[in-house]
């Protein structure tokens, strides 16, 4: 059973460009979380969806950030117009339902990097 | 609100020592717990959770972390360090009972040397 799969692994964009984060969830997992891990710092929730309908997004950004969870195909977090300042690692997880002890799969992240 | 609290940014240890990584939560009702470590340039993997069931949890490679509801902690702890743990770990709450988000800590950095 392959694990959280994420790519790009690596992405450098220019300031102004677009980027596009893709994460395939484990296998029977139908709920995907999006996290920011910036420098020096811990993780930060950023979006929980579900298949076609995002749950919780209190944590994006209220501009440029968008993510989304298609029928069919991966999720996609994106990010319009880059600025220095989303450079970081971006993290997907999945789990197969909700619940408060529900553990979490991690992909392996793609560092984002703004020049 | 919940939230956590790791009170070492970093330790360093012997191989063959003892390892406690330190963690104090607040939350408003039982939380759910969990470490999770970060080796350079990876992703995440669980080491342990806790779900309120027994207090003292044992997780992979020799950790176990024990929940104390009057100290409001739950510190990592392994018996004898290998180079192998080397690495970035994270205490960790779920931020609503549902379980669709977590809240982590800043990270505490293991160091081991020879």
């Known amino acids: 059973n392959a694990g959280v799969m994420q790519n790009p692994r690596h992405l450098v964009r220019r300031r102004g460009q677009e980027a596009r984060l893709r994460c395939s969830p484990m296998k029977g997992h139908s709920h995907v979380y999006w996290y920011r891990q910036l420098p020096e710092e811990g993780l930060k929730f950023m979006v929980y969806?579900?298949?076609?309908?995002?749950?919780?997004e209190s944590g994006m950004p209220k501009e440029r950030f968008s993510a989304e969870f298609p029928k069919e195909g991966p999720s996609i977090l994106r990010i319009q117009q880059v600025v220095r300042g989303d450079s970081a690692a971006y993290f997907c997880?999945?789990?197969?339902?909700?619940?408060?002890?529900?553990?979490?799969?991690f992909g392996p992240g793609t560092r984002l990097t703004v020049l | 609100a919940q939230s956590v609290t790791q009170l070492d940014s970093h330790v360093s240890v012997s191989e063959g020592t003892p390892v406690l990584l330190r963690c104090n939560y607040s939350?408003?009702?039982?939380?759910?717990l969990f470490w999770y470590v970060q080796h350079p340039n990876k992703g995440l993997q669980l080491l342990l959770k806790?779900?309120?069931?027994?207090?003292l949890v044992k997780g992979i490679n020799g950790f176990e972390a024990e929940f104390k509801k009057s100290e409001t902690s739950f510190h990592l702890t392994k018996p004898s360090a290998h180079m192998s743990d080397a690495a970035e770990y994270f205490c960790?709450?779920?931020?609503?009972?549902?379980?669709?988000?977590?809240?982590f800590g800043k990270g505490t950095t293991l160091s081991v040397s020879s």
């Open positions: 960790v709450v779920s931020a609503n009972q549902a379980g669709t988000a977590l809240i």
């Open positions: 997880a999945s789990s197969p339902r909700t619940s408060g002890s529900n553990e979490q799969f």
């Open positions: 806790y779900t309120s069931a027994a207090t």
């Open positions: 969806l579900q298949k076609e309908n995002i749950i919780d």
């Open positions: 939350s408003s009702y039982s939380p759910s």
